[in-house]
Structures are given as C-alpha cells and as structure tokens.
C-alpha cells in the first residue's frame, strides 16, 4: 500500500523524502485527507483512519453468515504452587475402571450396506407351474435363541415371497395347506432364487349310499390320518374336513374316516395322494336316517318330552337324546330303541336297512315300566290307569 502512496505521489510531481523528513510528516493528516487532499479539490476528512465505502460494503456480518464468533481472552488466575517446593502433595483420586477404548455410537456397516433380496418361489413338482397363493413362508435364523427354539427372521403369504436379510445360513418352511416342507437355505447375500418343490398334491372327498344317492353334506364330514392308519388324536392330520373340499396334502397314503351322522355310521379307507394331482375318493355308506316319535297309535301325533336311548342288539349303547322328533343315523344293523316320558318306560326292537330312511315309531303299548313297577296296569289305548 505504501509502494502504491509514492507511486501517487511521484506522478503529482511531489518529491520523495527522506526517511527523517518522512518522520516530521503529519500522518494522520495525510491518510486522513487522502490523494485529493493533495492535489486539491478534496474536502477535509475529520480526524480518524479512512476506510473505502465501497469495501465495507463487500465484507459481509460474520454472525449474518453464521460464522464462530470470535470470543474475548479470558483471564484465567495462576495455580496456587505447595507450600514445601519439591515436595508436592499428589491428591489420591479414585478413578472408575475404563474402558480400553471409548465405542462410537456408529451404525454398523452391515446396517447400511444394502441388501440383494432372497426371491422364493415354489411348484408342487419339479416340472410344474409356480404356486401363486395359498402359500405360507417363514424364514428362520440357524441360531438357536435361549429357550432352544429357532427364532423367526421374517415371514409372508401368498405366492412367490423376497426378503432381504443378511448372508448367512437359514432354516426355510414354506407351507400349502396341510403340506409343507423345512429347508436349509445358505445365503451369499447376492441376489439369489430358489425354487422350493413341496410334492403335494391334494386330496376331494365325498361319500354315497349303496344305491348311489348321496348323502346331506350337513350330516357328513371326513377325518384325515396319516400313513400310520390309526385313527388317534396326536396322528390327526385334519378334521371335519366338508364333502367336495380339496385338502392340500404331501405325496403318501392317508387313512380317511368318513363320518355320516355323528353315532355309529363311519366307513373307513387307506388313499393314496399324487404330487401335482387332486386324487377324488368317494366312500359308501350303508346306514339310514331314522326320526324317532312317541305316539299312542300309529301315524299319532308325537308326544313331547320324551328321553331316548339305542342299543346294539348285544347290550351296548350307541347314542341318546331328547325331544319330541330327534333323528339319529344308524349304520345297517338290529337295535333296541328305548323311550322314557315321565315316570314311563317304552321298549321295542327294530332293525336299519341302508339307504331306509324311515320314522320310527314307538307306541305307548309298549309299555315295559310303569309307576309302581306294574306293566298289567294299562288300559287298550296304552295309557296307565290312574287306579
């Protein structure tokens, strides 16, 4: 700035001085006036330093811009030295152990890395189509939690499923109606697609009388076993399964109750189910529907609250109920019916024809217990004389 001042002043044809003559100049008058003030024309600038207008309007407020503002010194007093010099005093602190380092509070690399999804798709077999519903996926972790058990990583229903999870290894079960299948899946954490093939197939059950008329799907229904052909609660596959229904099964062979009525009338069968097909099984049933009534001559009117127990023709009881028309289905076979109103017992035996729908009456002359223990006691309309 100085080099640019004599520059100035050379060109104004005023003289360089010497460095004692440039002492006895009057400085402040001199930048305070600036060039005009020496080549004239200028108007006298109060006392103080000289800053260009135009500058001061270029540098922008620091606080303005959000600059860190500068702070003033702060005084800080001198640290009391011991008393005894050469002799000081270490206070004992007591310091909690530390760790051998501080840990950052970081996400993991594994948590912001992204993910290649784990596409699923399934076929019932090797060469078939892909599953578009019905289907049930879980994926679980190799790692056994503390209980024991695998823990559930991720889950989805429908048709194909993709999760995005971590490399690692996995326990895969994807499940199809009562089918389903467990697999191992070891994931690179590339993109990758598996096809799970299940082997199922499905099983459509009905049942029939003896001369082909089928029977009310109200009062049928169908147990499924498995292979092991017992009919127990813990090998139960599923249970009051409706006529007409699909029942999605593994590839094997499944014992199957049909139950027509809920007494006596069952019929059993071992079936075979194909994977990739719906294997049909219609089963027969030789029993008959029977509406049971309590009247005092043939063709009456029912008598109400009438208890009522069958019996096989050996002893053993079969089913009981109430009412003034109960019906029951009985499989093909002799029975003893039993009616019970009020303090009167009415007995006859009767014999199920298949397919012999029927009502069955039982008339009060077939009286067999009355109040007092005296059967003779019955006038010719079959009902105890009062006497």
Do not use: C
């Amino acid at each position: 700035m100085r080099r640019a001042a004599l520059a100035s002043l050379a060109a104004a044809g005023i003289g360089f001085l010497s460095p004692a003559e440039a002492q006895d100049l009057p400085v402040p008058g001199f930048i305070e006036n600036g060039i005009k003030g020496l080549i004239g024309g200028g108007e006298k600038r109060p006392p103080g330093a000289y800053v260009s207008p135009s500058a001061a309007e270029l540098v922008p407020d620091g606080a303005d811009v959000g600059a860190t503002q500068r702070r003033p010194l702060q005084r800080f007093e001198p640290i009391p030295l011991p008393g005894a010099p050469g002799h000081a005093g270490v206070p004992a602190i007591d310091l909690p152990a530390l760790p051998a380092y501080a840990p950052q509070n970081m996400p993991s690399r594994e948590a912001i890395r992204s993910r290649a999804a784990l596409a699923l798709q399934a076929r019932l077999v090797e060469d078939g189509p892909p599953i578009n519903k019905g289907l049930v996926w879980r994926l679980f972790s190799s790692l056994p939690s503390l209980d024991g058990k695998l823990p559930m990583i991720a889950s989805a229903e429908g048709g194909s499923a993709s999760f995005q999870v971590p490399a690692g290894s996995y326990f895969l079960h994807v499940g199809f109606g009562r089918a389903g299948v467990t697999r191992r899946i070891d994931f690179t954490g590339l993109a990758t697609q598996e096809t799970v093939v299940l082997g199922a197939g499905g099983l459509k059950l009905d049942a029939v009388l003896p001369d082909g008329k089928p029977l009310p799907a109200d009062k049928l229904s169908f147990d499924v076993f498995d292979e092991a052909g017992d009919e127990h609660q813990e090998n139960l596959i599923a249970d009051d399964v409706a006529a007409g229904s699909v029942v999605r099964l593994n590839a094997g062979t499944y014992h199957v109750l049909s139950n027509y009525g809920s007494t006596n009338a069952a019929v059993r069968a071992d079936i075979r189910v194909e994977a990739g097909k719906i294997t049909e099984a219609t089963l027969t049933h030789r029993a008959a529907l029977l509406t049971m009534k309590l009247v005092r001559e043939k063709g009456g009117e029912a008598i109400a609250d009438t208890a009522w127990s069958i019996s096989t023709a050996s002893g053993d009881l079969v089913g009981e109920s109430v009412g003034a028309f109960p019906t029951m289905v009985l499989a093909e076979g002799e029975y003893v019916i039993v009616a019970k109103n009020r303090d009167r017992i009415y007995q006859r035996e009767f014999e199920v024809k298949a397919g012999a729908d029927e009502d069955l009456e039982v008339l009060t002359s077939d009286l067999v217990t009355a109040p007092g223990g005296d059967p003779a006691a019955v006038d010719a309309g079959g009902e105890v004389d009062a006497d």
